[in-house]
């Protein structure tokens, strides 16, 4: 059958027959995969069918393990509630706490504002108290020569 075909059709061909096997080996592992995925999904909903009947038909001799394990749900249920009331009082916590110090942060800042200028304040008084210094030395100065000048002067009338 191949040799009556032309050059260009036997690689048409043999190609096809090189690639039909890797064609068909990934639809056979794709269809492996659906039937897997398929199978888990059927024995979760059997699962999930036998919890369902275990809770409403009531099994002769498991009675007591039955009531046992609901009354253990039902506790972990209330533990789980309390768990969550605990979380929400801790976030209500962290964000009064996050106010507090959004507050605080605002002092803080209004705080530095004022000893921004209270230092400004203070540099204009000592540059004040520096001046009056120098002139209170000046005058010092002024009042001994003046009071040396005139012990001087007293000093010669007498001589």
Excluded at 38 to 60: A, D, S, Y
Aim: charged content about 30%; aromatic content about 6%.
């Amino acid at each position: 059958m191949v040799k009556n075909c032309g050059k260009m059709e036997q690689k048409v061909f043999l190609s096809f027959i090189i690639l039909l096997p890797r064609a068909l080996q990934e639809a056979v592992s794709t269809l492996k995969e659906k039937a897997n995925i398929l199978e888990q999904e059927l024995e979760q909903q059997r699962e999930q069918h036998r919890i369902r009947v275990w809770k409403t038909q009531p099994l002769p001799g498991n009675y007591l393990l039955k009531t046992f394990l609901l009354l253990q749900e039902s506790n972990l249920e209330e533990e789980m509630g309390v768990l969550r009331a605990q979380l929400l009082d801790g976030q209500r916590a962290s964000a009064a706490e996050n106010v507090q110090l959004i507050q605080l942060h605002k002092d803080c800042n209004l705080k530095e504002a004022q000893l921004k200028t209270v230092r400004a304040q203070l540099e204009g008084l000592e540059e004040q108290v520096t001046k009056l210094r120098i002139d209170c030395e000046r005058a010092q100065a002024d009042a001994r020569y003046d009071n040396y000048q005139m012990c001087d002067f007293d000093f010669g009338e007498f001589n």
